[in-house]
């Protein structure tokens, strides 16, 4: 019998229409069947052309959603200059019952969403309900997504105050962000300016980092934070003031300390013992928590699945033969 394969363009892939509720559940629901051990997710193994960038293969099957397959995803700080996108890359699914190929799709909107995503569900967990400020060092596509997956989860967010080196771009993402999300934006000189009174901290700057900035005197009590750019950004004093940290996958956590990255950083738990309740997540109301979140191949391939199934449902995308 004839196979075919379908192919979704970052068009394609944005115009299935996917909520960003939709996809906060997805990746929750990736947590949970981790907690669970229905999950195959190696840590993911990477080749790295220059310091700062990478290419990293990231498989992964998560059973009760059906998806299997694989992400080949590069970050380029460089290509700014070049008027090229930071980062790029395809998800490749396969039929887990046959192993053949049942789709390639651009990655960009499906790596930005989710990724805010991971924030959210670490954030139902361990941030404040009532968090009304946001402290963002960065103001790219994840200071952008972040802010979209948060408001879903911490509706009295209402103040980002944002740290960037080019006032441009600071001055940019408080116009769109302001407009879209009807919340106020502070462009702040320093990093220090941003964080210091924030109730929750995200942090997604370039990678790696000459220095990390944040310093303990920085947080405050009761602060949820979310590292998204590995260890760039905070020190590890900064990481070790914290009453809880979690991770949302502990084996990549220690393949990359055997890369000679997170130097002098604590252990973490496991976020998806949290999002299932096998753990507790916030007990006190001063209890400051740090997630790690690493960026997964199972929140691809569920989110990913989802597109697939919804643009085969509508006839987007093209069909080739395979």
Known sequence: MPRELLYLSRQDVESVGLGMGEIIDLVGFALSERAYGRVEMPPK?????????????????????HACGIKWVSAFPSNKARGLPNIAGLIVLNDPETGLPEAIMDATWITAARTGASTAVAARVFAREDSEVMGLLGAGVQGRTNLAALKHVLPCLGVVRNYGPHR????????????????????????????????????????PSPSPSIKPEWLEPGVFACALDFDASFTPAAVSSFDRRVCDDT??????????????????????AVVVGKRLGRQLRGERALSVNLGLGMYDVVVAQRVFERARARGIGRVLPL
Not at 49 to 60: K, R
Not at 251 to 272: H, M, Q
Request: charged share 25%; no cysteine.
């Open 45 to 65: 193994p990477g080749v790295h052309p220059y310091p700062g960038a990478l290419l990293h293969a990231m498989p992964a099957y998560v059973e009760r959603s």
């Open 168 to 207: 441009q771009t600071l001055d940019r993402y408080k116009e769109e962000m302001e407009r879209e999300h009807k919340i106020r934006v502070e462009p702040t000189a320093t990093p220090e300016a941003a964080v210091r009174g924030a109730d929750v901290v995200i942090t997604a700057v370039p990678w």
């Open 251 to 272: 084996a990549t956590l220690e393949y990359y300390r055997g890369k000679g990255y997170f130097v002098g950083w604590p252990d973490a738990e496991e976020l998806s």
